[in-house]
């Protein structure tokens, strides 16, 4: 329970405190998950609405699809990123199904190997 407080705390003081390590923070989760997780595993859509500093470097691993920022030669690319989402999320709900109509990717994971 203390640790679920500590995440809280961490989250509310990160998201109202200019300068307290948000950019950092993130581009330690992307670079971790990118380390520990194969392309086929893992596929990043970086979205940086504060002009695309935060996750410089990170368009380059095999992980990123695209980095979108809310710049204005890119304001398109963000109402279709709702989209990509959408129907990212149905294609998965659809695999799932098909396989057998399983809760989650541990489960298909799980059914694709043994």
């Known amino acids: 329970m203390n640790q679920l407080i500590g995440v809280?705390?961490?989250a509310r003081y990160c998201t109202h405190n200019p300068c307290s390590g948000k950019s950092e923070l993130l581009r330690t989760l992307v670079v971790s998950l990118a380390a520990t997780h194969s392309p086929d595993e893992l596929n990043l859509v970086l979205v940086d609405f504060k002009g695309g500093a935060t996750f410089l470097g990170c368009e380059s691993l095999p992980h990123t699809s695209a980095v979108i920022t809310n710049l204005d030669d890119e304001a398109i690319l963000v109402e279709r990123m709702f989209d990509a989402i959408s129907g990212e999320l149905n294609r998965r709900q659809e695999v799932l199904r098909a396989a057998g109509n399983l809760?989650?990717?541990?489960?298909?994971t799980a059914a694709r190997l043994g």
């Open 103 to 108: 809760a989650n990717v541990t489960e298909y």
């Open 8 to 10: 809280a705390c961490l």
